[in-house]
C-alpha cells in the first residue's frame, strides 16, 4: 500500500510570491489534514478537508487556503509568502471521519522563504 | 485553550533501559491520546492510541496510559534501543466530533548502545 505522497520535496521562493503544494492520500482514505512545523513550533494544524469540503481550520490567516478534488488528493495554497511561513508543510490522511482515528503522515514539503 | 506539553528536553538513556516520556495537558480531557514517532526529515508516524477510560495500553515494547486525574498520559519504551532515537510526539483529540489533532512540541529521545 503506497503512504502519503507530498509534492514537491524543497521549494524555495522569496517574499510575496505565491505556492502550492500537493499531497495524495492513502488509497481509499477521505480525510485530508495539512499541518505546518515551524522550527521550534512543533505541529500546527492548518486544514482538514473530507469529501471535497473543508471542515475545519487551523488560527492562520486567509492567505493560507485549499482544497480537496474528487479523487481526495489536496493541494494548499499560500499567497504573499511571509518569512515565517518557512517550515516543514505535513499532509496526512485518515480512512474515517472521528477522532479515534489515527493519522497517516506524508514525509512533508520544505519550504524556504528568503 | 487546550494544550499539550511535552518535555523540551532531550531524554538520554542507555540501550536496555526503559524509556519513559510524559505528556501533559490543560483543561478537559481529550476523548483520546495519540503517541506518534517522528524521525529527522520524515512525517510523524503513529504508534498508539488510547481512550480516555482506558487505565493502559499496550504494543510489544511500547506502554502508553492515561490518568485524567493527574491530566497526564505517559509513554514507556521498554528495553529501549538505539534504533528507537527519534523524536516523540503526544497529540490530543477535541471532544466535539473533529477530527483535528493537537499535538505537543514533542520530546527527542537519545539512546545510547
New interface residues.
Given amino acids: 500500500e503506497a503512504g502519503v505522497t507530498q509534492s514537491p520535496t524543497h521549494l524555495i521562493k522569496t517574499r510575496g510570491q505565491q505556492v502550492t503544494l500537493r499531497c495524495s492520500p492513502i488509497s481509499g482514505h477521505t480525510s485530508v489534514y495539512w499541518y505546518q512545523q515551524a522550527l521550534g513550533l512543533g505541529l500546527q494544524f492548518l486544514l482538514w478537508y473530507d469529501e471535497g469540503e473543508e471542515r475545519n481550520r487551523g488560527n492562520f490567516p486567509p492567505r493560507f487556503s485549499g482544497r480537496q478534488f474528487p479523487n481526495y488528493s489536496s493541494e494548499l495554497n499560500v499567497n504573499a509568502l511571509e518569512l515565517e511561513d518557512s517550515a516543514l508543510y505535513l499532509c496526512a490522511s485518515s480512512s474515517q471521519t472521528g477522532n479515534n482515528q489515527p493519522q497517516h503522515f506524508g514525509d512533508g514539503t520544505r519550504l524556504s522563504i528568503l | 485553550s487546550q494544550k499539550i506539553e511535552q518535555n523540551s528536553e532531550a531524554l538520554n538513556i542507555q540501550e536496555g533501559k526503559t524509556a519513559t516520556l510524559t505528556c501533559n495537558y490543560t483543561n478537559y480531557s481529550?476523548?483520546?491520546l495519540?503517541w506518534?514517532r517522528q524521525d529527522p526529515?520524515?512525517?510523524?508516524?503513529?504508534l498508539l492510541?488510547i481512550?480516555e477510560n482506558e487505565k493502559e495500553k499496550r504494543k510489544e515494547r511500547l506502554k502508553v496510559t492515561f490518568d485524567t486525574t493527574l491530566k497526564q498520559s505517559l509513554f514507556h519504551i521498554t528495553a529501549s534501543q538505539p534504533a528507537d532515537s527519534a523524536t516523540y510526539?503526544c497529540?490530543r483529540?477535541?471532544?466535539s466530533?473533529?477530527?483535528?489533532?493537537?499535538?505537543?512540541?514533542?520530546t527527542m529521545l537519545l539512546v545510547s548502545p
Fill in positions: 481529550p476523548a483520546y495519540q506518534y526529515g520524515r512525517g510523524p508516524v503513529f492510541l481512550r510526539l497529540a483529540t477535541q471532544r466530533g473533529y477530527s483535528t489533532l493537537t499535538f505537543g512540541k514533542g
